[in-house]
């Protein structure tokens, strides 16, 4: 069965710090990997996706990506307190254009 | 432009009774999902539609059904009310060229 695991904290971390978030998947052929935020009581909104095997960077936010280790991660630098959140990290296992493999969360706390 | 809207935002059904979580988005998507997500868990991709007509399931069907009669609306049926159907439900929908999927604001449902 195709999995994606992710510790599921709380992760807790001082503000200004980098907080680092981590996922592994189990399906090698995965093309496509993406992290999804979710405040409490709301839904998922997309802040990263990344495709392949390196770093992408978009603001105080970087996805890694290494398929040969199967673990994609998520750094955010100079984390704020509006960065607590859950982090939902989701796979395409590329089998299916239609579904994602989802990640059951990171709680992360940003200490003021 | 709404994006994607989910009704209710709230219910409470007893066991037994049935209703329909009425999903609606205006960015002429083509794939639509319905997912459930429980307390501390990930997403789980109860079905889904790729166009008008077309539906099929995923992970945990069983208990609900779907229909997709236009592009724009994708109601979800629960028939027969069970307490493991508490849970809150997300719609979500995507373009066929891009995997970002938007999300509506979840219905939550509670079965008592």
């Known amino acids: 069965q195709k999995e994606v695991e992710q510790n599921s904290g709380p992760l807790s971390v001082p503000e200004g710090a980098i907080a680092s978030l981590n996922c592994t998947y189990s399906d090698r052929g995965s093309q496509s990997f993406f992290w999804y935020r979710q405040y409490s009581g709301k839904s998922p909104e997309l802040i990263m996706s990344i495709y392949s095997n390196g770093d992408k960077e978009d603001g105080r936010f970087t996805a890694q990506l290494n398929k040969a280790s199967q673990y994609v991660s998520l750094l955010i630098r100079d984390s704020q307190p509006s960065d607590s959140a859950t982090y939902l990290c989701?796979?395409?296992?590329?089998?299916?254009?239609?579904?994602?493999?989802w990640g059951a969360g990171t709680k992360l706390i940003i200490k003021p | 432009n709404a994006g994607v809207t989910q009704t209710p935002k709230f219910r409470i059904l007893k066991i037994g009774q049935s209703m329909t979580l009425q999903c609606t988005q205006d960015m002429n998507h083509n794939y639509m999902y319905w997912y459930r997500q429980d307390p501390g868990m990930g997403l789980k991709l109860i079905y889904y539609?790729?166009?008008?007509?077309?539906?099929d399931k995923g992970e945990v069907p069983n208990g609900y059904n779907v229909s997709r009669s236009t592009t724009e609306d994708f109601p979800l049926r629960l028939e027969l009310a069970a307490p493991s159907q508490t849970s809150v439900y997300f719609c979500?929908?995507?373009?066929?060229?891009?995997?970002?999927?938007?999300f509506g604001p979840g219905t939550r449902l509670l079965v008592l």
């Open positions: 979500a929908s995507r373009t066929g060229g891009q995997e970002t999927q938007y």
């Open positions: 989701a796979v395409n296992p590329g089998d299916s254009n239609y579904q994602l493999i």
């Open positions: 539609s790729v166009g008008a007509g077309i539906t």
